[in-house]
């Protein structure tokens, strides 16, 4: 399945209760379609622990976007065992570079690795300073040179 299409079929449920686990979630959103899968994220960012937490939203992807906006429609701002839902779209996650936020663009390991030189071959303020004096001097005789 295409990740667009997906998308439009994947329902996002915010502000599940802790005592909600996907058998719930699946048993009061089937009435509005063919679900094909529930997750909830654990809180746990770790695989070996599993103690039961969330982090307090689920996503349902649909057979049919129809049946997404029907979910939707139906269930935003709706009580489940005593919270109230907020049911939306899912948009997709943002890529690392977007999780950046307002960070400068050369702040990122990939851009600096892609564009940065060596301040000696940059023509930085060190590349300049590197020059021997009789550099210097043989710049300046042949400006005068050329003005003349």
């Known amino acids: 399945m295409e990740e667009g299409t997906k998308m439009k079929k994947t329902v996002f449920i915010g502000g599940i209760g802790d005592d909600v ?11 509005f379609g063919d679900i094909i899968e529930v997750q909830i994220p654990p809180a746990s960012t770790d695989p070996n622990r599993q103690d039961g937490k969330h982090r307090g939203f689920g996503f349902v992807t649909y057979g049919s976007s129809a049946d997404a906006q029907d979910a939707i429609d ?16 899912a948009k997709p996650m943002k890529t690392p570079v977007q999780l950046g936020g307002n960070r400068a663009v050369w702040e990122s390991e990939e851009w600096l690795k892609q564009y940065v030189k060596p301040l000696d071959q940059s023509g930085g303020v060190q590349g300049r300073n590197s020059k021997k004096p009789e550099d210097e001097t043989k710049e300046a005789e042949d400006q005068e040179m050329a003005e003349e």
Request: hydrophobic share 45%; glycine share 4%; net charge negative.
């Open 21 to 31: 686990n996907e058998a719930v979630l699946y048993e009061h959103f089937a009435t």
């Open 74 to 89: 139906n269930m935003d701002l709706n009580e489940l065992r005593g919270r109230v839902l907020k049911v939306s779209l």
